[in-house]
């Protein structure tokens, strides 16, 4: 009996060993409190390195304290977030930009879970200047996005200087960031700060660390009340340097880089070997570490009898299989030979 294929979220896999190795190695004798410390000196020098030395750069616990503490930073109570409807601000953060930073979300249809610059032009402009209204300020956009499309350097070009031009600043959730530079084969810069993105949110969780993130502010300026939205947030860490450790682990040798090329590899080889079995639909371009298709009855039960994965979408049966830094190109064969010998 072959082991069961862990397709449920890059979040389930466990930690790289060099991101344990070096928090050990973080843990030896003592060290200054709340980012004063060597190692927060060196990952925000490396986040400098990749998006420019004006950078300014903030350690937080996790996805959603990233996001809200970066929206929270870019916008008042009055203003509006305008945001897919797949976006993970919208759907899977309970409600927390709205409660934290006191702010409404407007969410755009995006059969492909990206938005277009016409789409943030028009938001942009609704009710400006109107009291009744809340006032857009900000375009939240997730790259990868939340089914595993990328948008291209030119589309985030195009939507940056839409949104600029009605006055909207334009942050990213980049939770799979590493996956969409992986993917592009660009520059972590190339796919932010020169397209025009304002804040990013930098994602290290679902790359191989244990849980960390970033606030990455591209317009230096945003920053300057941040130490106390992220301490008034709860997402100070006292003892910052096991969350620093983390990105310098993952800075090594490009390790963010290598761990999210093989992710996405994984997914690739996992859609090629499924795309063409009966009762198989694959709904979306398989552009990072996520695989979306359409599973008839017969062939649910058959993936679900191998493998672990989230239904995304009850109403039609489109599952949701996710690959990651750990999984292995043993284990998805094994569950696709497992599958082909079902079908036999």
Not at 135 to 162: K, N
Not at 326 to 335: G, K, N, R
Request: glycine residues 8%; aromatic residues 6%; negative net charge.
């Amino acid at each position: 009996m072959t082991a069961r294929l862990e397709l449920r979220s890059d979040n389930v896999a466990g930690a790289h060993p060099r991101v344990l190795e070096l928090m050990v190695e973080a843990n030896g004798g003592s060290g200054p409190a709340y980012g004063a410390d060597a190692w927060t000196a060196r990952a925000e020098s490396w986040f400098r390195d990749h998006f420019g030395g004006d950078t300014a750069s903030f350690l937080v616990w996790n996805g959603t304290g990233a996001n809200v503490s970066a929206l929270r930073a870019m916008t008042r109570p009055w203003q509006a977030v305008i945001t897919s409807e797949h976006a993970h601000i919208h759907v899977d953060e309970c409600g927390a930009p709205e409660l934290l930073a006191g702010v409404k979300l407007i969410d755009l249809p995006s059969p492909d879970a990206k938005l277009t610059p016409e789409q943030v032009r028009e938001a942009g402009l609704h009710g400006v200047g109107f009291e009744h209204h809340v006032q857009p300020r900000v375009v939240s956009l997730t790259q990868t996005t939340e089914y595993g499309t990328a948008y291209s350097v030119a589309e985030l070009t195009a939507i940056c200087a839409a949104a600029h031009e009605v006055g909207v600043l334009v942050h990213v959730d980049g939770a799979r960031i590493a996956n969409a530079a992986a993917t592009l084969g660009q520059s972590l810069r190339a796919i932010t700060r020169d397209a025009g993105v304002d804040v990013l949110s930098f994602g290290l969780t679902k790359n191989g660390a244990v849980g960390a993130e970033a606030v990455v502010f591209l317009a230096p300026d945003l920053a300057r009340e941040f130490r106390y939205i992220r301490k008034q947030g709860t997402q100070l860490a006292s003892k910052m340097r096991f969350l620093a450790a983390q990105v310098v682990a993952l800075a090594e040798d490009d390790l963010w880089l290598v761990n999210a090329r093989h992710a996405n590899a994984m997914a690739r080889r996992l859609a090629e070997g499924i795309r063409d079995l009966p009762g198989v639909t694959i709904t979306q371009r398989v552009e990072a570490n996520g695989v979306f298709a359409i599973l008839d009855a017969a062939t649910h039960a058959r993936f679900a009898a191998h493998a672990d994965f989230y239904v995304w979408n009850e109403s039609t049966n489109e599952a949701r299989l996710m690959t990651s830094w750990a999984t292995t190109e043993a284990e998805i064969d094994a569950f696709l030979e497992a599958i082909v010998r079902r079908e036999a």
